[in-house]
């Protein structure tokens, strides 16, 4: 959780988590120059509520921009995201995508209105490739050999 100095919580967005195998990745971005606190909150699997374990008082000396939106099938499936790690991409331009999701048989890449997708490139459990990004919101979406749905991973603007 990130936090101005005086407490009050920043948007989600501004703090990216993610875990391969035992390790646990912690990117921030700050929205604005200035003085933070973030807040890394743990718990045991057969724990229910988070306990607060560490605080990190930051001087963020530049801003950054949020990161996107992570959906909780991203992080069951054990989902790790190399790029693009913005939450604004750039319309009408195309963008690269990478990723890695455990046992996805396929990702995509699909526009807000579902008229434009594209599949990504299967490698393992590595996904890449290029999609052109259309107004609106963007989605990367996984089928998994469990179910013939598609699930949303993760949110562009």
């Known amino acids: 959780q990130l936090q101005t100095a005086s407490g009050v919580e920043i948007s989600k967005n501004y703090t990216f988590m993610q875990k ?28 229910s509520q988070y306990r ?5 008082e930051v001087a963020a000396s530049l801003a950054g921009k949020p990161f996107p939106t992570t959906y909780r099938t991203f992080s069951d499936r054990q989902g790790y995201l190399q ?9 009408n331009s195309s963008t690269f995508f990478q990723l890695e999701v455990n046992n996805a048989t396929k990702v995509l890449v699909m526009s807000e209105d579902q008229q434009d997708w594209t599949e ?3 490698n393992g459990h590595f996904f890449a490739g290029t999609a052109l990004i259309k107004p609106g919101k963007t989605f990367v979406i996984a089928q998994f050999p469990d179910s013939d749905k598609y699930w ?3 949110e562009y603007n």
């Open 20 to 47: 391969k195998g035992l390790q646990n990745t912690v990117q921030v971005a700050f929205p604005a120059t200035g003085s933070y606190k973030l807040i890394i909150f743990s718990k045991q699997p057969q724990e």
């Open 52 to 56: 607060q374990v560490l605080t990190y």
């Open 83 to 91: 790029m693009p790690l913005t939450q604004e991409l750039p319309v």
């Open 120 to 122: 990504l490139n299967k």
């Open 152 to 154: 949303t991973l993760l």
